[in-house]
């Protein structure tokens, strides 16, 4: 278990990176145009969200992630005021994109909030992106991993469906590192454990879309960050790419948008299933954390 958990938490960093180049390019013409088919990770354009960023860095997203698997490793395990301590420090002197559910947690938490309050009202997806440190130091204990998950969600995301979708994600990733397909997987965990509705249909649009190419099933369901088009997007793309994480991280990005949030689930769902070794060695190589990161998850 331990080699596709390890392959669950570097598969959502090298997704979020490999979606750096072309995050938030909503229009896929420009993408072809401009890069052609993105199969290495790319520094993003110039007058990007990322532009300070370089090659093989993250977006907002993965470095908030890197930051609480550092105050995972720091404490043996997940504390939301250490997470939130680091958090706000790497904003401090952030030269990287503020998003609104960004601003509005640190305004927050700048008004006296605690991290249980401080979260926005962001129905953006992204808040439960950042899960895959906390399943991996859980792996063994499900309602710890869960309880965790949906804490470090609602502290920037305190959106009832994204906090929701945070259990759904760690509930799912349960049972791929048990060999549960991550088809089954969320189709159980949609039907037998949550029984939540709106979620239970969006699992089940993105399965029914596997015979649609990505760029149209996901132009369909929407490229945005908010959780009702991100959501059965990323859906889509474990469910029709089940045995091929390269392929599904590039036809995210390829289909423009918020490629990063989506592939940052979807690289953890394939990277648990499929294992470290699914990852191609040229992206890891590009990765400018990976030292970084497989150092932490050893300390973890």
């Not at 592939?263 to 060695?281: C, D, R, S, W």
Request: charged residues 20%; negative net charge.
């Amino acid at each position: 278990m331990k080699d596709k958990a390890k392959g669950m938490v570097m598969a959502s960093f090298v997704a979020d990176s490999l979606a750096l180049g072309v995050h938030w390019v909503y229009n896929t013409h420009v993408i072809d145009r401009k890069f052609g088919r993105v199969e290495h990770l790319e520094k993003p354009l110039g007058k990007s969200y990322h532009g300070t960023k370089d090659a093989g860095d993250f977006t907002h997203y993965g470095d908030q992630t890197l930051v609480l698997l550092e105050s995972v490793a720091e404490c043996s395990g997940f504390d939301l005021i250490r997470f939130s301590q680091n958090w706000r420090s790497l904003f401090k002197s952030y030269t990287g994109y503020f998003d609104n559910a960004t601003k509005e947690t640190l305004e927050n938490f700048a008004a006296g909030s605690g991290p249980e309050a401080s979260g926005s009202g962001s129905t953006d997806l992204a808040g439960a992106s950042r899960i895959a440190p906390i399943v991996y130091t859980y792996r063994e204990d499900l309602e710890t991993m869960i309880a965790a998950s949906r804490a470090q969600t609602a502290m920037s995301h305190n959106n009832p469906l994204v906090v929701e979708s945070a259990e759904f994600f760690a509930r799912v990733l349960w049972h791929v590192l048990r060999g549960n397909t991550p088809t089954e997987a969320m189709e159980r965990v949609c039907g037998e454990e949550l029984k939540e509705d709106t979620m239970g249909e969006w699992v089940d649009a993105g399965v029914k879309s596997t015979d649609v190419d990505t760029r149209s099933a996901i132009a369909s369901f929407g490229q945005a960050c908010e959780i009702e088009m991100a959501f059965p997007s990323m859906v889509h793309l474990i469910a029709k790419y089940e045995n091929d994480l390269k392929t599904s991280l590039m036809e995210n990005v390829m289909a423009g948008g918020d490629s990063a949030s989506r592939g940052m689930l979807t690289g953890m769902v394939l990277g648990a299933h499929l294992g470290y070794g699914a990852i191609p060695e040229t992206w890891l190589s590009e990765l400018n954390k990976a030292g970084r990161i497989t150092g932490l998850l050893d300390m973890t």
